[in-house]
């Protein structure tokens, strides 16, 4: 899958994907590597795997390609990162939750629904005024359901960043 | 009964022990106690030195002399804090050191007690690896640990971060062996790599061979001289690959860069082929990225894979240990027709030599000249930064690359003298010179009394020009002569304050007194000062404008008022 071109000069949406030691410090050492350069992270994941002694991390990170394959490398060096990879431009499993609350009257509740229906999203809490929306996807999709409930004003938009996993008998 | 096991502090110093640490150079505070006590009546040599940054630079300097890792102690809070830029300088030079900081308890982190610092916060973009210890019973793997990481691969340096109640705690006795299973050395090429760059090279008219630190860190100087011979290519060397090749091999053009010797530069002007041995591209050396070597064919070999294609985009990245892949290299090349080319660079070095004014006023051009004589070439020389730094550069021609000894990626001032000190101490019985400048000198000349403590004949050559030489340069060439905050006035007399340090002046501010005074001082058997007192306004030539050109050498004062570089510092 091609990674989303968001700029003029190259810069492109990154998919990174890390395994890391579970030690204090390692988030640090992975954060700094990138805002030494000035990179901004869109949105970044730690969760445990199923090895206790690590962790993997998925980072989605804006950049042209150049400056990111530098910062692979960086990462690379790491001596708690055992490997970094930039799975933007390969074909893999990857999946994003969002939570949204939108203003929603009565009157507009079928509307709503109708929407959610075409997403595949989930109403998760309803009152008077509001309704909640959980919704799970690619990014891209999640981005598509965004601008569809902005007609309803988004109260709150909670996302919880992206993971992925390579697909088939090749490991991540 | 059992017997009483050791403490933490007591397993770290077993463990340095065994790791052949002769010296720790440090300073010690309330969270260090329990560390310092370990070294009580142990085979191990305690440097009390007069400054945290002191005693990292003494490790860093005892490190490039002998190959060896460094080892500093200090305490928690300011004691850490001062170790920063003695980090920094390391990292940026990969430099092993073992950095042990004292810690409050650690129940106490982050609750700002007396003397406690997020040191391993502060210091996690100066080092190559860094620990906090919370289990005592980690300290014999950590402490291995920190030894490979410090001296393997692209070495650097490692920070433990110890607390005092884990020092202090007993330790139930576990194994030491490493867990490191995202950490790996590069050694070997791959072959088809090695293939390409021979073939490469056999094409190749006008081949540059440029060597780095990573070639001296390596040990590749048999390598490099038997590459360059068989290929007939001439070779430049960057500020820390000085004396890989010895600067005195006829194919040798010295030190290349903003400084460098016209006709290394020229050279790189010319080369259609330059292949860099353990040197990362730096901006002193490029210049101008987008017009560096542009026709030429460019290799470079690197045990780090970060720095191929860094900042100049290589036709050949061959990531690997330098020696390792030299000797892979080696039986494949053939001879190489560069006598047109070879003939070109001789004729380079003879139009365009280093030189200096000799009228006038005593010039530091001369003094270190006349000291490169004196010594043969066989003296370890540090330095500080600025033009000191420099012109010792063009004119000690180094033999060996553990003989020059200067911060180079950092550029920190205050760092010739600590290294001369740990220098020699690595290299007993030889002669070790820290040149260094007015005001570099004063920021570390505390550590005249760990020199006059410790005995050793340590030579300190004060290029004293009154001024922060290379910022008043960069005024005088860029800033219309404009001076701002470069006037050393209030200097004190350097022969009297090495007087009260017990250590012997000399003052040198003739030219006829050059080679007499030296000679004294080297003949002095223990530690002297000489305060050459030199020409205030000399500015050093060759200088290719920061981010200019390389064809847009400078190669004596210009007549013209010159544009700001565009480049860094």
Same mark, same amino acid.
């Given at each position: 899958?091609?990674?989303?071109?968001?700029?003029?000069?190259?810069?492109?949406?990154?998919?990174?994907?890390?395994?890391?030691?579970?030690?204090?410090?390692?988030?640090?050492?992975?954060?700094?590597?990138?805002?030494?350069?000035?990179?901004?992270?869109?949105?970044?994941?730690?969760?445990?795997?199923?090895?206790?002694?690590?962790?993997?991390?998925?980072?989605?990170?804006?950049?042209?390609?150049?400056?990111?394959?530098?910062?692979?490398?960086?990462?690379?060096?790491?001596?708690?990162?055992?490997?970094?990879?930039?799975?933007?431009?390969?074909?893999?499993?990857?999946?994003?939750?969002?939570?949204?609350?939108?203003?929603?009257?009565?009157?507009?509740?079928?509307?709503?629904?109708?929407?959610?229906?075409?997403?595949?999203?989930?109403?998760?809490?309803?009152?008077?005024?509001?309704?909640?929306?959980?919704?799970?996807?690619?990014?891209?999709?999640?981005?598509?359901?965004?601008?569809?409930?902005?007609?309803?004003?988004?109260?709150?938009?909670?996302?919880?960043?992206?993971?992925?996993?390579?697909?088939?008998?090749?490991?991540? | 009964?059992?017997?009483?096991?050791?403490?933490?502090?007591?397993?770290?110093?077993? /463990? #340095?022990? =065994?790791?052949?640490?002769?010296?720790?150079? !440090?300073? $010690? &505070?309330?969270?260090? +106690?329990?560390?310092?006590?370990?070294?009580?009546?142990?085979?191990?040599?305690?440097?009390?030195?007069?400054?945290?940054?002191?005693?990292?630079?003494?490790?860093?300097?005892?490190?490039?002399?002998?190959?060896?890792?460094?080892?500093?102690?200090?305490?928690?809070?300011?004691?850490?804090?001062?170790?920063?830029?003695?980090?920094?300088?390391?990292?940026?030079?990969?430099?092993?050191?073992?950095?042990?900081?004292?810690?409050?308890?650690?129940?106490?982190?982050?609750?700002?007690?007396?003397?406690?610092?997020?040191?391993?916060?502060?210091?996690?973009?100066?080092?190559?690896?860094?620990?906090?210890?919370?289990?005592?019973?980690?300290?014999?793997? /950590? #402490?291995? =640990?920190?030894?490979?990481?410090?001296?393997? !691969?692209? $070495? &650097?340096?490692?920070? +433990?971060?110890?607390?005092?109640?884990?020092?202090?705690?007993?330790?139930?006795?576990?194994?030491?062996?490493?867990?490191?299973?995202?950490?790996?050395?590069?050694?070997?090429?791959?072959?088809?790599?090695?293939?390409?760059?021979?073939?490469?090279?056999?094409?190749?008219?006008?081949?540059?061979?440029?060597?780095?630190?990573?070639?001296?860190?390596?040990?590749?100087?048999?390598?490099?001289?038997?590459?360059?011979?068989?290929?007939?290519?001439?070779?430049?060397?960057?500020?820390?690959?000085?004396?890989?090749?010895?600067?005195?091999?006829?194919?040798?053009?010295?030190?290349?860069?903003?400084?460098?010797?016209?006709?290394?530069?020229?050279?790189? /002007?010319?080369?259609?082929?330059?292949?860099?041995?353990?040197?990362?591209?730096?901006?002193?050396?490029?210049?101008?990225?987008?017009?560096?070597?542009?026709?030429?064919?460019?290799?470079?070999?690197?045990?780090?894979?970060?720095?191929?294609?860094?900042?100049?985009?290589?036709?050949?990245?061959?990531?690997?240990?330098?020696?390792?892949?030299?000797?892979?290299?080696?039986?494949?090349?053939?001879?190489?027709?560069?006598?047109?080319?070879?003939?070109?660079?001789?004729?380079?070095?003879?139009?365009?030599?280093?030189?200096?004014?000799?009228?006038?006023?005593?010039?530091?051009?001369?003094?270190?000249?006349?000291?490169?004589?004196?010594?043969?070439?066989?003296?370890?020389?540090?330095?500080?930064?600025?033009?000191?730094?420099?012109?010792?550069?063009?004119? /000690?021609?180094?033999?060996?690359?553990?003989?020059?000894?200067?911060?180079?990626?950092?550029?920190?001032?205050?760092?010739?003298?600590?290294?001369?000190?740990?220098?020699?101490?690595?290299?007993?019985?030889?002669?070790?010179?820290?040149?260094?400048?007015?005001?570099?000198?004063?920021?570390?000349?505390?550590?005249?009394?760990?020199?006059?403590?410790?005995?050793?004949?340590?030579?300190?050559?004060?290029?004293?020009?009154?001024?922060?030489?290379?910022?008043?340069?960069?005024?005088?060439?860029?800033?219309?002569?404009?001076?701002?905050?470069?006037?050393?006035?209030?200097?004190?007399?350097?022969?009297?304050?090495?007087?009260?340090?017990?250590?012997?002046?000399?003052?040198?501010?003739?030219?006829?007194?050059?080679?007499?005074?030296?000679?004294?001082?080297?003949?002095?058997?223990?530690?002297?000062?000489?305060?050459?007192?030199?020409?205030?306004?000399?500015?050093?030539?060759?200088?290719?404008?920061?981010?200019?050109?390389?064809?847009?050498?400078?190669?004596?004062?210009?007549?013209?008022?010159?544009?700001?570089?565009?480049?860094?510092?």
């Amino acid at each position: 899958m091609p990674a989303e071109i968001t700029g003029g000069n190259g810069a492109a949406r990154h998919s990174i994907s890390l395994y890391v030691a579970n030690k204090p410090g390692v988030l640090i050492r992975i954060a700094l590597v990138f805002s030494r350069r000035g990179y901004n992270i869109d949105s970044l994941v730690v969760s445990e795997t199923e090895d206790p002694g690590f962790s993997r991390m998925n980072i989605v990170a804006t950049g042209d390609r150049a400056t990111l394959e530098q910062i692979i490398k960086q990462l690379n060096k790491l001596v708690d990162v055992i490997h970094a990879r930039d799975y933007s431009y390969e074909d893999v499993i990857q999946k994003e939750l969002a939570l949204f609350k939108i203003d929603c009257a009565p009157e507009r509740r079928a509307e709503a629904l109708q929407v959610m229906e075409a997403f595949k999203a989930k109403t998760i809490d309803l009152s008077e005024r509001t309704l909640a929306v959980e919704v799970t996807g690619s990014s891209e999709k999640l981005d598509a359901l965004e601008t569809m409930l902005r007609s309803f004003h988004i109260r709150e938009m909670v996302r919880t960043g992206k993971v992925l996993m390579a697909r088939g008998e090749a490991a991540t | 009964m059992a017997v009483q096991e050791k403490t933490g502090a007591e397993a770290l110093v077993d /463990i #340095m022990i =065994e790791e052949g640490v002769e010296y720790i150079f !440090g300073l $010690p &505070g309330g969270s260090a +106690i329990p560390l310092f006590d370990a070294l009580v009546g142990r085979n191990i040599k305690l440097v009390l030195t007069r400054h945290e940054q002191g005693a990292v630079h003494m490790a860093d300097g005892y490190a490039r002399a002998t190959g060896k890792t460094g080892v500093a102690l200090v305490t928690s809070g300011p004691g850490a804090t001062n170790t920063v830029t003695g980090l920094f300088t390391a990292l940026m030079d990969s430099i092993p050191l073992v950095v042990v900081t004292g810690q409050m308890p650690a129940w106490t982190l982050g609750l700002d007690a007396f003397q406690e610092a997020d040191v391993s916060g502060i210091t996690y973009p100066c080092v190559k690896h860094s620990y906090l210890v919370k289990d005592v019973d980690d300290i014999p793997r /950590i #402490m291995r =640990e920190a030894f490979f990481l410090a001296s393997s !691969g692209r $070495p &650097g340096p490692v920070l +433990i971060d110890m607390p005092k109640n884990v020092s202090g705690a007993r330790i139930s006795p576990k194994a030491d062996t490493m867990q490191l299973p995202g950490y790996s050395v590069p050694k070997a090429a791959q072959d088809a790599e090695v293939a390409r760059a021979a073939t490469l090279l056999a094409a190749a008219k006008r081949p540059l061979l440029l060597v780095g630190h990573g070639a001296a860190i390596s040990g590749a100087a048999t390598e490099v001289r038997a590459l360059a011979e068989t290929l007939q290519a001439p070779v430049v060397n960057t500020l820390l690959g000085k004396g890989v090749l010895p600067e005195t091999h006829e194919l040798n053009l010295g030190m290349l860069g903003m400084h460098g010797t016209a006709y290394a530069n020229k050279a790189i /002007i010319d080369c259609d082929l330059i292949m860099s041995i353990g040197s990362r591209w730096d901006d002193r050396i490029v210049s101008k990225y987008d017009e560096f070597c542009v026709n030429a064919v460019k290799i470079h070999i690197d045990i780090d894979a970060a720095e191929i294609n860094k900042v100049v985009k290589v036709d050949l990245g061959i990531v690997g240990d330098a020696k390792t892949v030299l000797r892979q290299l080696l039986p494949r090349l053939v001879k190489g027709d560069t006598a047109d080319w070879v003939r070109q660079t001789k004729r380079w070095r003879r139009d365009f030599p280093l030189k200096f004014q000799k009228e006038g006023k005593l010039r530091a051009q001369q003094v270190i000249q006349e000291l490169y004589r004196l010594t043969g070439g066989k003296a370890i020389v540090t330095t500080d930064v600025g033009q000191h730094q420099m012109w010792a550069a063009q004119f /000690i021609l180094s033999e060996s690359g553990r003989d020059w000894i200067s911060s180079g990626g950092a550029g920190t001032m205050g760092f010739g003298l600590p290294s001369a000190i740990g220098a020699q101490l690595g290299r007993p019985g030889e002669t070790v010179v820290a040149i260094v400048g007015d005001g570099g000198f004063q920021m570390t000349l505390s550590e005249l009394a760990t020199l006059f403590n410790l005995k050793i004949p340590v030579k300190i050559l004060v290029i004293n020009n009154h001024y922060l030489g290379m910022v008043r340069q960069w005024q005088n060439l860029f800033y219309d002569n404009r001076y701002s905050g470069v006037d050393l006035e209030g200097n004190p007399d350097f022969v009297k304050l090495a007087g009260a340090y017990g250590i012997k002046g000399f003052r040198i501010s003739r030219s006829a007194d050059v080679r007499r005074v030296l000679k004294a001082a080297l003949d002095h058997p223990g530690p002297a000062l000489i305060d050459a007192e030199v020409e205030q306004h000399d500015n050093v030539f060759p200088m290719i404008p920061a981010g200019a050109a390389h064809k847009d050498m400078l190669l004596g004062p210009p007549r013209r008022v010159l544009e700001k570089p565009t480049g860094g510092t």
